[in-house]
């Protein structure tokens, strides 16, 4: 196994767990897959470790608070760099390989806000909507070479994503009630989510799967029914419960600036 990640120094505690752990059977590279040299690097130390690469996992994300209209086009220009372009860059790096020896797994780490888009994480969803379109297309482009492609989209999981999640609100934003609301509750609804080794659990049993199914929803049971229930429902009626579920859906009426 090799993981990577932006600073090996950062988080040095957790390599050292992991290895303690794992011993030699866990590597490490430094990447920034904002980066072409560093993708690169990265991808050439990995197969230095492993010779072949037989599965793939994107989990690379960043993330931003805020309305559509008070965030900074170059912060949305930065998610998708990350979430898609970074993404890309990677699996640019493998897929000839994959492709040659005509096996493989890709699994890519999307979220329930590329399926249903969630309000005040406009940019967010718009790149997780888009991981599932590339993951979509290239399980189409790769049947043939015996390449599998599936996502695994995350709900509510207790993590440091929120804490390193970047807000973006002017002063006395038209937005500002309904973006409280909305943070308190996605902190509320983080203290009882399950932790990230329930999503690590699910993706170790996928790739061990001689079929795979096209995605996977890993969450508590009330978002895998809900999200099941979203397949049925009106988009009217599907987005008041998103509304619902952050807890911005009162009777009150945002004041017009």
């Known amino acids: 196994m090799v993981g990577s990640t932006r600073s090996l120094l950062r988080n040095c505690n957790l390599v050292q767990d992991l290895k303690a752990q794992y011993g030699d059977c866990a590597q490490f590279v430094e ?3 904002d980066d072409d040299v560093s993708v690169e690097g990265g991808v050439k130390k990995a197969y230095e470790f492993l010779g072949d690469i037989d599965f793939l996992i994107c989990n690379t994300g960043r993330g931003s608070l805020g309305s559509l209209e008070e965030h900074p086009l170059e912060e949305g220009r930065k998610l998708f ?3 898609v372009f970074g993404t890309l860059r990677v699996l640019k790096k493998i897929i000839p390989n994959m492709r040659k020896r005509r096996s493989g797994t ?3 780490v999307g979220s329930i806000g590329g399926l249903v888009g969630i309000p005040f ?3 967010y969803s718009a790149t997780k909507f888009a991981i599932e379109a590339y993951a979509e297309c290239l399980r189409q482009e790769l049947r043939s070479f015996g390449i599998k492609v599936s996502v695994v989209r995350p709900g509510d999981i207790k993590t440091k994503f929120n804490e390193s999640t970047k807000k973006y609100e002017s002063p006395n934003s038209p937005y500002a009630n309904n973006l409280s609301k909305f ?3 996605t902190l509320e609804i983080e203290k009882h989510a399950p932790e990230a080794s329930f999503v690590s659990r699910k993706i170790g049993k996928i790739i061990k799967k001689a079929t795979i199914k096209e995605g996977y929803v890993v ?3 009330k978002t895998l029914l809900a ?3 979203n397949r049925l429902i009106p988009q009217n009626v599907k987005e008041k419960l998103v509304r619902r579920y952050y807890g911005i859906d009162g009777d009150d009426k945002p004041e017009v600036c």
Do not use: G, L, P
């Open 31 to 33: 990447m920034d897959v």
């Open 81 to 83: 760099e990350t979430n």
């Open 106 to 108: 890709i699994i890519f």
């Open 121 to 123: 994480q406009s940019h």
């Open 183 to 185: 943070w308190e509750s």
């Open 219 to 221: 969450a508590d049971w």
């Open 227 to 229: 999200m099941k229930i």
